[in-house]
């Protein structure tokens, strides 16, 4: 078992994150008429809850987090609510790799941060970004470094944060849809601590003629 920074978390109750998809999965309804056949890659997929809604929307799935405990309560959402195209597995996004162009939308929600440092999230970033077929959408939200307030709320957790304009600059050769650095304000089912994180939210569409 391996903790991707949320375990203590999945660990005191069964959905973590609920069951509402994440603000950029449904702008990406708004570029994408329909997304039946469609293949979606979900890494760092948590309990599953951009997934299972995009797979019954009738995408082709497969979503993986490094922790077991997610991937235990993702796989009893699929249970629950009997969906069949999604496929939930333990793996890391460090080691994983498909071939280039693989899919037609790759998610990484609130992946990066809990990287191990700089060149981590570059390399997994440009593994995200390879793994989109051209034409295809990216679509990227992680804590930045403008205003994190961690202490309280996630004791023990020291996430990799990087400016919003680093991240910018990562995925600088995608069309940019949308790309703004805001503030989040939550209260995790465990510990009920209301807190706020700078977040950077991208999504983009790979170009089919890439700039050099
Ligand atoms: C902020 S949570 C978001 C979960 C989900 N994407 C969502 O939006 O509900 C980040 C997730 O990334 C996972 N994670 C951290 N490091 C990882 C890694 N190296 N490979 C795969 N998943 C990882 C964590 O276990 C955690 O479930």
């Given at each position: 078992m391996t903790d991707g920074g949320y375990d203590a978390g999945y660990r005191a109750c069964?959905?973590?994150?609920?069951s509402q998809p994440s603000s950029l999965v449904l702008s990406l309804e708004s570029q994408i008429p329909s997304f039946e056949g469609l293949r979606i890659l979900d890494v760092g997929?948590?309990?599953?809850k951009n997934a299972l809604y995009l797979a019954r929307k009738g995408a082709l799935v497969n979503a993986y987090d490094v922790s077991d405990i997610a991937i235990d309560h993702a796989l009893a959402a699929r249970e629950a609510l009997q969906v069949k195209d999604v496929n939930f597995y333990v793996g890391d996004a460090m080691a994983e790799n498909f071939p280039s162009?693989?899919?037609d939308v790759v998610i990484a929600y609130?992946?990066?941060?809990?990287?191990?440092?700089e060149q981590s999230i570059r390399e997994v970033s440009k593994h995200l970004i390879r793994m989109t077929r051209k034409g295809g959408y990216l679509v990227v939200c992680a804590f930045n470094s403008r205003l994190q307030d961690l202490?309280?709320?996630?004791?023990g957790f020291y996430p990799t944060t990087l400016r919003h304009q680093v991240y910018v600059d990562i995925f600088k050769n995608l069309q940019i849809l949308e790309a703004h650095d805001r503030d989040l304000h939550e209260t995790h089912p465990h510990n009920g601590i209301a807190h706020t994180h700078s977040m950077t939210r991208i999504l983009g569409m790979r170009q089919t003629i890439e700039p050099k």
């Open positions: 069964p959905s973590f994150w609920g997929c948590g309990e599953g162009e693989s899919f609130g992946l990066l941060h809990c990287l191990a440092d202490a309280a709320a996630h004791p």
